[in-house]
């Protein structure tokens, strides 16, 4: 049974940081493409960040370049989010998942999705 667990989530000021994470089980994590999405009340599940099962490409949403940060321990089948100086509308639940797929930019290039952690940024 495959599960991806996030932990991380809380309520932070903006210009503020925090650090997702998400630990998965139940597959063999290396050969998973992974990623990061968000989602508010009323709207789509939108992409955030993902990177490839080797590390070697990562794309990020315009919306978070250069303030979030992917990355990824396959060793420890743990993929983070981090998240500087963050903006009230960084506010979401937000999502890991992943796929067998090379693309990783939609929700139906994913397989499996965690439940979701609620970030809050007050201004």
């Known amino acids: 049974q495959v599960q991806l667990v996030e932990s991380g989530g809380r309520f932070v000021q903006a210009g503020g940081s925090l650090r997702l994470s998400c630990v998965a089980s139940g597959l063999i994590f290396s050969t998973y493409t992974v990623g990061w999405f968000r989602q508010t009340p009323g709207k789509e599940r939108e992409f955030v960040t993902g990177?490839?099962?080797?590390?070697?490409?990562?794309d990020y949403a315009e919306s978070v370049k250069g303030r979030f940060t992917i990355s990824r321990d396959n060793a420890k089948s743990t993929v983070y989010l981090q998240m500087n100086n963050v903006k009230p509308e960084d506010t979401a639940v937000y999502y890991c998942?992943?796929?067998?797929?090379?693309?990783?930019?939609?929700?139906?290039?994913?397989?499996?999705w965690g439940q979701g952690t609620q970030v809050t940024v007050s201004s």
């Open positions: 998942a992943a796929g067998r797929k090379f693309d990783y930019l939609r929700t139906v290039d994913y397989d499996y």
């Open positions: 990177i490839s099962r080797n590390k070697g490409n990562i």
